[in-house]
C-alpha cells in the first residue's frame, strides 16, 4: 500500500482526466451541516454541492457529522476532507474528487461540539441521510417511538444526545435561547413523505422537552420532502486498491456510484439554499409522487431481488438480473403490482422510468450486494411493499409478488438460508423477527403467515385482517419450503 494518501497538496499532480475542485478551497465557509455522512451522502447531496460550490456559491460548504463511529472522520479528515466519487458503468469509469466537505465530527465523541456547531448562525441547513431507523419512529404509524432506547436516552440526557433528534431539538433550543433564527432539516432517507415524517417527530419529540419550545421549532425550521436516488454500494477494499492504481495514491474515503443520479425537491427552504437546480436537481411543489413511484419501483424490487436473490445464491443484484426469470420478475412485479397501485401523472414516462431501472440494476460494474439491501427490512418494507399491497387488496388487484416477496423476507429473517447456513440478518428487529420464526415455523405455513401477519410493528393492525393475504402468503411460504426461492422463481414467473 503506497503511503501517499489524497490530501490538498497533491491535487495538482493527479492524473489529468480526473476531475477536481478548481475552486480555493479555503474560501468556502460552512452552510450546511450533514448527520450521517455515509457514502450516499457524499456521492449524492454532497456532490451536487460540489457542482454549486465550484459555480461560485462558495458559502454552502459542508460539514459532515457521523452519530455513532468514527470511520468516516478517519477516512476524511487525514485527507482534507477530499473523496472521489467514482461512477461506474458498462461505459467505463469516471473519478470525480468533491472537495465540498471540509470537515467532520463525531457525535459521541463530543456531543457538546456538534450541538455548538450546529447551533452557529452561518448553518442555515441540517440536512440527513440516517436510514430509516435513524428516526426513532414506529415504521408503520410514523409516530415518534417514545419506547425508543436512544429516545429515553436523550431525553434524559439533552447535553449528551445519540440520536439526530436529540441533536437537532437540543440544537435549536440553544439558537432560541440566544436569539438565533432556526435552520431548514433536510431529510434525505428513503420514507414517505420524509419531510413531514421528520416534521412530526421533531414536534413530538420536542414537546417532550418542552412545549414551547415546540412551538418555536414548528415556526422557526422548514422541513421539505425529498426524493433522492442513486445506487451507491459500499466501497469495498478492491474499490480502494483499483482506484489507487488510478489516482497514484490512496483514498480511503472513495465512494462508488452508477452514473444516474435523481433528487427532487420540495422548493420550502427557510434561509436559502444552494441552486441545485442548476446541478441537475429538480425543485417542485410536491415530491411526494416522485418517492411513491421511486420507493414502490426502485426500492420495491430491489428488496424483493435483495431476499428472493439472496436465497437463490446470488451476491450482487447484477448478479440477481442475470437470471432471466428474476429479471423478469422484477419488471413484472413493476409493471403489475407497483405501478397500478400509484396514480401516476399523465406526463411521467412510467414505461422508460421501468426500462431505465432494470438496466440500471443490470449494471454489472457496481457490485451491489444483496445482503446490503436486505438489511433493515422491518425499517424498509412498510413503505417499500405494503402501500403496493394496501392498494391492491383494497382494489382487488394483483398481490402474488409481493406476498411472493413478504415470504422470502420471513424465510430471510429466520437467520437459516435453504442449505441450512446461518444468515447474519442486520435488522434492529433482528432478534424479535428470529424469535416469531422459530416459534411458528414448526407450526406450518398457515400458523407462521398468520403470526407475522400479526406483527404490528410492520405489518400495523389491519393486514392480519385479510384472508386473501393470509391465504396467499401461507401458499408461497410453503412453496418455497418445498422447493426453493430460485426455482419457485423459475416455475412461477416466468410467464
Ligand atoms: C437500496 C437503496 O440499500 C437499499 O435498501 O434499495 O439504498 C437504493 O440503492 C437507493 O435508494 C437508490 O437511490
Redesign the pocket.
Known sequence: MSQQRLNNTILESLPVEVIKPAYDRSEVTTGIVHLGIGA?HRAHQAWYTENRIAAGETDWGIVGASLRSAGVRDQLVPQDGLYSVVEKSNAGTKVQIVGAVSDVLVGPESPQQLLELLAQENVRIVSLTITEKGYCHDPASGDLNPQHPDVIHDLANPQNPKSALGYIVGALALRKERGLPGFTVLSCD?LPSNGKLLGKVLGQYAEKVDSELAVWIANNTTTPATM?????PATTDADRAELEDLLGCRDEAAVMAEPFAQWVVEDNFLRGRPEWDKAGATFVDDVEVYELI?LRL??GS??IL?YSGYLAGCETVADVMAVPAFNKLALHFMRSEATTSIDVPAQFDIAAYQAELIERFENRALR?RTW??A?DGSQ?IPQRWLGTLRHQLDNDGPIEIVAFALANWIRYVSAVDEKGETIEVSDPLAAELKALSDQYKPQGSEALASAFLGYSPVFGDDLRNSERLQAALSGWLEKLEGEGTLACVQKYFTA
Open positions: 450516499f428513503n433522492v436516488d442513486r445506487i451507491v421511486k426502485l426500492n430491489h428488496s435483495a451491489h446490503q439491501i438489511m424498509k
